[in-house]
């Protein structure tokens, strides 16, 4: 088996770590610096977009921080990271959420980009306070999105809502401060983090 991780310290890419240390694999990490190292041809030949994360298991390229982690979940099913296949709604519900609406909705209004009202039908997100409502909404009092257990979709929206706590996008109720400190205190969290932590210095932007 052969699972190949590229990176970088400050990105998305924490994401697929901390997925990555959840399943228990063996893998070999690459950092890339931002601009040359992922502009580089033989890095554009795994991601056209020339961005981070990517993973390469077996010959398999997959991009994209929410099919890296729906993806490990399924190769590494003995890590029980998703539901069963008759029981995915929700799961797929709120991964796609995550990874469509949410992103949107965070991205732009960190970029001071707002839609016009008249527009809100045209934006998968409609606008930003919808979707943050809806966000919101989803996070448990106790346990996990999907209830008892843990799964794959605590790494990629859990990883979008600590970034939004930080970044000034969602706001730090006790209720998601809660949920953060249950997720965060995960041993796959703290080896994922302590590992990116080091990278810093030597791969971090500006280097
Ligand atoms: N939709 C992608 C976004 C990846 C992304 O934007 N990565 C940023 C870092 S967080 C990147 O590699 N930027 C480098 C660049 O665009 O030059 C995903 O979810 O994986």
Same mark, same amino acid.
């Given at each position: 088996?052969? %699972?190949?991780?590229?990176? #970088?310290?400050?990105?998305?890419?924490?994401?697929?770590?901390?997925?990555?240390?959840?399943?228990?694999?063996?893998?070999?990490?690459?950092?890339?610096?931002?601009?040359?190292?992922?502009?580089?041809?033989?890095?554009?030949?795994?991601?056209?977009?020339?961005?981070?994360?990517?993973?390469?298991?077996?010959?398999?390229?997959?991009?994209? !921080?929410?099919?890296? !982690?729906?993806?490990?979940?399924?190769?590494?099913?003995?890590?029980?990271?998703?539901?069963?296949?008759?029981?995915?709604?929700?799961?797929?519900?709120?991964?796609?959420?995550?990874?469509?609406?949410?992103?949107?909705?965070?991205?732009?209004?960190? %970029?001071?980009?707002?839609?016009?009202?008249?527009?809100?039908?045209?934006?998968?997100?409609?606008?930003?306070?919808?979707?943050?409502?809806?966000?919101?909404?989803?996070?448990?009092?106790?346990?996990? %999105?999907?209830?008892?257990?843990?799964?794959?979709?605590?790494?990629?929206?859990?990883?979008?809502?600590?970034?939004?706590?930080?970044?000034?996008?969602?706001?730090?109720?006790?209720?998601?401060?809660?949920? %953060?400190?249950?997720?965060?205190?995960?041993?796959?969290?703290?080896?994922?983090?302590?590992?990116? #932590?080091?990278?810093?210095?030597?791969?971090?932007?500006? #280097?």
């Amino acid at each position: 088996m052969s %699972l190949v991780f590229y990176t #970088n310290p400050m990105s998305r890419g924490r994401i697929a770590r901390w997925m990555l240390e959840e399943t228990g694999a063996a893998y070999e990490t690459r950092f890339l610096r931002y601009g040359p190292d992922m502009n580089a041809p033989d890095y554009a030949a795994i991601n056209p977009m020339r961005k981070v994360p990517a993973i390469v298991h077996d010959g398999k390229v997959v991009t994209e !921080c929410a099919a890296i !982690c729906l993806y490990l979940a399924d190769a590494f099913p003995q890590a029980d990271l998703a539901p069963r296949l008759d029981d995915r709604a929700a799961y797929y519900r709120w991964m796609l959420f995550a990874a469509g609406p949410w992103e949107q909705a965070s991205v732009n209004q960190s %970029l001071g980009v707002t839609v016009p009202p008249e527009k809100a039908a045209m934006a998968g997100y409609g606008d930003f306070g919808r979707t943050l409502g809806v966000l919101m909404s989803a996070v448990p009092k106790a346990g996990y %999105l999907l209830g008892e257990k843990f799964s794959a979709v605590d790494v990629y929206l859990g990883s979008q809502i600590g970034w939004g706590t930080q970044f000034g996008t969602i706001p730090k109720t006790p209720e998601i401060e809660a949920y %953060l400190a249950r997720i965060q205190s995960r041993r796959g969290y703290v080896r994922a983090s302590e590992a990116d #932590n080091a990278a810093m210095a030597e791969f971090g932007p500006g #280097n």
